[in-house]
C-alpha cells in the first residue's frame, strides 16, 4: 500500500495560479504511473494529467491542456501540478493517484489506479 499525501491547494483568483504537490512513501515510487484527478462540487471525478514512471510521458484532459503541467521528481517521491490562467470552473477537490503496476504507461481511467490521496481542495473565485 502506498500512502498519497496532497498538497497546495487554496483559494485564488481567476486567472491565477497555484502548484499542488503529491508525496508518496516507499521505496519503489519511480516505477509508477501516477496521474491528478479531481471532482467538482456536485460533479463526478475526473481525469485531469498522468505521467508515467520517467517523466518522459505526460497526457492531459483537454479542459486543462495549455494551462496546467504535470511533473515528477523520483528522487523526492514527489508529483507536481503547476496550475495556470485558473478558471473558476477549475474549482475541485484534487486527487493524486498512482498506479503501481512498474514501468506502465500513461494511464487516464480512474481504475487503473490502486491508490489515491485523501484530496486538496482548489477554490478559484471570479
Known amino acids: 500500500q502506498v500512502q498519497l499525501v496532497e498538497s497546495g491547494g487554496g483559494v485564488v483568483q481567476a486567472g491565477g495560479s497555484l502548484r499542488l504537490s503529491c508525496t508518496a512513501s516507499?521505496?519503489?515510487?519511480?516505477?509508477?504511473?501516477m496521474g491528478w484527478f479531481r471532482q467538482g462540487p456536485g460533479k463526478e471525478r475526473e481525469f485531469v494529467a498522468t505521467?508515467?514512471?520517467?517523466?518522459?510521458?505526460?497526457y492531459y484532459a483537454d479542459s486543462v491542456k495549455g494551462r496546467f503541467t504535470i511533473s515528477r521528481d523520483n528522487a523526492k517521491n514527489t508529483v507536481s501540478l503547476q496550475m495556470n490562467s485558473l478558471k473558476p470552473e477549475d474549482t475541485a477537490v484534487y486527487y493524486c493517484?498512482?498506479?503501481?503496476?512498474?514501468?506502465?504507461?500513461?494511464?487516464?481511467?480512474?481504475?487503473?489506479?490502486?491508490?489515491w490521496g485523501q484530496g486538496t481542495q482548489v477554490t478559484v473565485s471570479s
Open positions: 493517484a498512482a498506479d503501481t503496476t512498474p514501468w506502465g504507461g500513461i494511464k487516464t481511467f480512474e481504475v487503473s489506479y490502486d491508490n
Open positions: 516507499g521505496r519503489t515510487f519511480s516505477r509508477y504511473t
Open positions: 505521467i508515467n514512471w520517467s517523466g518522459g510521458s505526460t
